[in-house]
T-cell receptor, first 112, second 112 residues
Framework: EAGVAQSPRYKIIEKRQSVAFWCNPI?????LYWYQQILGQGPKLLIQ????????DSQLPKDRFSAERLKGVDSTLKIQPAKLEDSAVYLC??????????FGNGTRLTVT | QKEVEQNSGPLSVPEGAIASLNCTYS??????FFWYRQYSGKSPELIMS????GDKEDGRFTAQLNKASQYVSLLIRDSQPSDSATYLC????????????FGKGTHLIIQP
């Protein structure tokens, strides 16, 4: 089966600019997650969707980050405006309910 | 707040020896536990999952869980240079929000 697809792979922006990331989960996986991984740290959950509904967004900085999952398949994560501390790898993952997560290749964001 | 603690290392092990990786978790409600391997610049890859107390073996890997002590470990037998990576421990709660909480990871180096 095809894995989790993410784009772009790399993105460099200046602070205060906006950026968007896209994710297409594994077919049939109802649950989709966005994680932020800062260099040297473990992934931190930003938001979890079950189909097209939000299950957990408690760690999403809602003043600058937003995410949507229209039609319960693809998802986009947006940052506006970006800060230097947003430099990280943004990982999308998907799973069947209560099954292990499968990660995409990630998007490496550099904010200058 | 749910936390997963790991020694960041680096942990250096001779080739052919047993590598022992450990983590502890704070949420007594956690129901399932996972070990992911992450090579530099790559996304996390599932190695093992464990749901009940005791040992679970898969090839050269053995996961151990002790819920009373809130302790999870991963043993890698006959360590190979290709095992050199960062190993992430993760827990999942028993509630409806089943996103994984990750530790910071242990950097493992297998010396040829």
């Amino acid at each position: 089966e095809a894995g989790v697809a993410q784009s772009p792979r790399y993105k460099i922006i200046e602070k205060r600019q906006s950026v968007a990331f896209w994710c297409n989960p594994i077919s049939g996986h109802a649950t989709l997650y966005w994680y932020q991984q800062i260099l040297g740290q473990g992934p931190k959950l930003l938001i979890q969707f079950q189909n097209n509904g939000v299950v957990d967004d408690s760690q999403l900085p809602k003043d600058r980050f937003s995410a949507e999952r229209l039609k319960g398949v693809d998802s986009t994560l947006k940052i506006q405006p970006a800060k230097l501390e947003d430099s990280a790898v943004y990982l999308c993952a998907s799973s069947r309910t209560l099954s292990p997560l499968h990660f995409g290749n990630g998007t490496r964001l550099t904010v200058t | 707040q749910k936390e997963v603690e790991q020694n960041s290392g680096p942990l250096s092990v001779p080739e052919g020896a047993i590598a022992s990786l450990n983590c502890t978790y704070s949420d007594r409600g956690s129901q399932s536990f996972f070990w992911y391997r992450q090579y530099s610049g790559k996304s996390p890859e599932l190695i093992m999952s464990i749901y009940s107390n005791g040992d679970k073996e898969d090839g050269r890997f053995t996961a151990q869980l002790n819920k009373a002590s809130q302790y999870v470990s991963l043993l890698i037998r006959d360590s190979q240079p290709s095992d050199s990576a960062t190993y992430l421990c993760a827990s999942r709660g028993g509630g409806g929000a089943d996103g994984l909480t990750f530790g910071k990871g242990t950097h493992l180096i297998i010396q040829p």
